[in-house]
C-alpha cells in the first residue's frame, strides 16, 4: 500500500487555514500515487489546542471541517486519515475524544478514540478528553490497519523509563488482527527526541512484527516546538523513511519498501539552534508580527539571540538598542555597534544615565541592588515603550541559568513577549554562540556581567557557570536533592545555596516571557512548582 505521509503545521484554532493547508497536501500526495494519506493529531484544530475546547462552536467547526475532508477523499478517490476532536457519545466523562477519523470515497470506515492520554510535563489531556481503550483495528482496501494517536505508542518501558499505564495499545490491535500500525501524533520536540521517537516506532514493529508509521505534526505553537520528523518502520524496524525535522513535508511510502532512509543530522548542537529559530519564526508568524526589538548589552546572551532572530526573521526586521549608563564599558557599546554591523540588523544607542540619576533622586538614592535593578527596569521601559509605539515584539534575552537562579530583574531585563534562550543554560549559550561568525570575539572572551556597577560580574554573586551548570543539570533535570549532588565532589553548601536559589526564584519566573521549549524538563508548563512552600 502507498501511504502519504503530511506533515503539516496547522494554527491552533484556524480550522480554515488547516483545512486548506490539509487539503492541498492530500492532492500532492495522491499526485504521487498515495492511497491513504495521513494527517497528524488534532490536525483540524492544531495542537494543544487547550481551553479552546471549551468554547462554544469549537465542536461545531471540527465537525464541519471533518465533513469537507470527508468529501475531499470523495473527491480524490482517495483514503484518509486525520485527528480531530469528536463527540463523547456516553452520559458521563469529559464531553470529547482526542480521535482519527478513517475514511476511504467519501465514506467513514472507522472512528479511532485515544486510549492513553498524557497528563505530565507539558501535557494535561485528561482536563479535556475522555479515553477510550477499545483497539481500533479497520480493514482499509484488503489491509487491517491499527490505528494509534500519539501516547499510544509511548508504551516502552526501556526507552520512556517507569509507564503510567498497564496497557500496550499496539500490541492490543496486533493481537486484534492488524496487519499494519499508524501512529498519528503532536509530539513536541526537545533535543534527541526525534531518535527516540524512531526508536519507540521501531521498537513496536519489531515486537508486533508489522510495518509502523508515525506521522508528527511539525510547527511552533507557544512554547512548544514540533519538528515533525515522522517515521516509516518495516516489520523488522528498519527505518525506510524519515520526514525531514522543522518544516512541512509529503512524503510517499510503500509498505513493502526495503530501501534504508537517510539518517538524521548527527550534530545535536546544529538541532538546537534550528529549532530555536524555528521557534522564534513560528511565534512571529502565527501571532501576526514581523518585527523584532533587542536590548544589545554588548554581552553573549543578547548577541546570540540578535543572530538567532536576524535568522529567523530577517536582519531587516531585527533592531538593537543599547542603553548605557555610567557603569557600561565603552567596548561593550562598541561590540553591540560592531555586531549589528555584522549582521545587517538596526542599531542606535538610547543613554539612559540622566534618566537613572532622576529615578535614584526619586527613589531617595537607594544604592546597592535596588539601583542596579532601576538600571535595567529603565532598559526594558524604553524597549517596551518602543514596542507599544511601533509594534515591534521585544524579544528577553536571559538563559536558562539565569532564569534558574532568579539572577534576573523584574519588569527590567526579563519584559519581553518571547524568552528565546531561556531553555539554554549559560555553557551551552557559550558553545551556540560560537556557531555565529557574526559575534565579535570579544564578546566570546569577556566575562560575563551586567555592568549594573563598577568592575561587577557575574560571577561575585554566582559560581562559575561550568560549576553552576552542573548543580542546575542534577537538580532540574535528574531531580537530586543537595545530599546527592555533594556526592559528586561539589560543595555541600554550594549545592543547598543553589538550590534555595532556585526555589526562592520561582515567583518570578511565573512573571516571565513565553520560554522556547527544546530541552526534557524546560521552565514554563511543564514544571509545576508552588510559589509558597517550605524552602
Not at 469549537?58 to 464541519?64: G, H, I, L, T, V
Not at 524496524?237 to 525531514?244: F, K
Not at 536582519?315 to 553591540?336: C, L, Q, W, Y
Request: charge should be negative.
Amino acid at each position: 500500500m502507498k501511504l502519504g505521509l503530511l506533515q503539516t503545521n496547522p494554527l491552533v484554532g484556524d480550522f480554515e487555514g488547516n483545512l486548506a493547508a490539509l487539503s492541498l497536501a492530500v492532492r500532492q500526495a495522491v499526485a504521487q500515487g498515495a492511497e491513504l494519506c495521513i494527517a497528524p493529531e488534532l490536525a483540524l484544530s492544531g495542537y494543544p489546542p487547550h481551553d479552546l475546547v471549551f468554547q462554544q462552536g469549537f465542536e461545531a467547526a471540527n465537525a464541519a471541517a471533518a465533513a469537507r475532508l470527508v468529501q475531499l477523499s470523495a473527491e480524490l478517490h482517495c483514503g484518509l486519515l486525520f485527528g480531530l476532536c469528536v463527540p463523547n457519545e456516553r452520559p458521563w466523562g469529559k464531553r470529547l475524544h482526542n480521535a482519527a477519523l478513517l475514511c476511504d470515497n467519501g465514506r467513514v470506515i472507522a472512528t479511532k478514540r485515544k486510549a492513553l492520554l498524557p497528563t505530565y510535563d507539558v501535557f494535561d489531556e485528561r482536563r479535556y478528553f475522555e479515553p477510550d481503550y477499545t483497539p481500533c483495528v479497520a480493514e482499509f482496501r484488503g489491509t487491517r490497519l491499527g490505528l494509534l494517536i500519539c501516547e499510544d505508542i509511548w508504551t516502552d518501558e526501556s526507552l520512556v523509563g517507569r509507564l503510567d499505564y498497564a496497557i500496550d495499545p499496539a500490541d492490543q490491535c496486533a493481537r486484534a488482527g492488524a496487519q499494519l500500525l499508524v501512529n498519528i501524533s503532536a509530539s513536541p520536540w526537545g533535543s534527541g527526541k526525534h531518535r527516540v521517537r524512531e526508536q519507540l516506532v521501531a521498537n513496536a514493529a519489531r515486537r508486533t512484527g508489522l510495518f509502523t508509521v508515525l506521522v508528527n505534526q511539525a510547527g511552533g505553537n507557544d512554547d512548544l516546538i514540533f519538528d515533525g520528523g515522522s517515521v516509516a518502520c518495516d516489520a523488522g524496524g528498519a527505518t525506510i523513511a524519515r520526514l525531514p525535522l522543522f518544516e512541512s513535508s509529503v512524503a510517499v511510502v510503500e509498505s513493502r519498501q526495503t530501501a534504508a532512509a537517510p539518517p538524521w543530522p548527527g550534530d545535536d548542537l546544529e538541532l538546537e539552534t534550528r529549532a530555536l529559530q524555528f521557534g522564534l519564526a513560528e511565534y512571529f508568524r502565527k501571532t501576526g508580527h514581523s518585527r523584532a526589538l533587542i536590548g544589545l548589552s554588548g554581552g553573549i546572551d543578547s548577541a546570540l539571540v540578535a543572530c538567532l532572530a536576524a535568522r529567523a526573521l530577517g536582519p531587516a526586521n531585527v533592531h538593537g538598542i543599547t542603553m548605557p549608563t555610567r557603569f557600561s564599558s565603552k567596548g561593550s557599546i562598541e561590540d553591540s555597534r560592531e555586531l549589528a554591523a555584522n549582521l545587517g540588523i538596526g542599531f542606535e544607542i538610547v543613554d539612559i544615565d540622566e534618566a537613572f540619576e532622576q529615578q535614584r533622586r526619586l527613589a531617595g538614592f537607594p544604592g546597592g541592588l535596588a539601583e542596579e535593578n532601576a538600571q535595567a527596569r529603565l532598559r526594558g521601559l524604553v524597549l517596551m515603550t518602543r514596542s507599544n509605539a511601533g509594534g515591534a515584539l521585544v524579544l528577553a534575552t536571559g538563559n536558562q541559568s539565569e532564569l534558574a537562579v532568579g539572577y534576573s530583574t523584574l519588569y527590567g531585563d526579563m519584559c519581553g513577549a518571547l524568552e528565546v534562550i531561556g531553555d539554554v543554560p549559560k555553557t551551552r549559550v557559550f558553545e551556540m554562540a560560537r556557531r555565529f561568525a557574526e559575534i565579535p570575539d570579544a564578546i566570546h572572551t569577556k566575562p560575563p556581567s551586567a555592568e549594573l556597577r563598577p568592575n561587577q560580574t557575574d560571577q561575585d554573586s554566582l559560581p562559575p557557570y561550568d560549576l553552576l551548570d552542573r548543580i542546575l543539570t542534577a537538580y532540574l533535570d535528574e531531580r537530586l536533592d543537595a545530599e546527592q549532588i555533594a556526592a559528586r565532589g561539589i560543595d555541600r553548601e554550594l549545592c543547598r545555596r543553589v538550590i534555595r536559589m532556585v526555589e526562592l526564584a520561582e515567583y518570578k519566573r511565573r512573571q516571565a516571557p513565553i520560554v522556547l521549549r527544546i530541552s526534557g524538563h524546560a521552565f514554563g508548563a511543564g514544571r509545576r512548582m508552588p510559589v509558597v512552600k517550605k524552602v
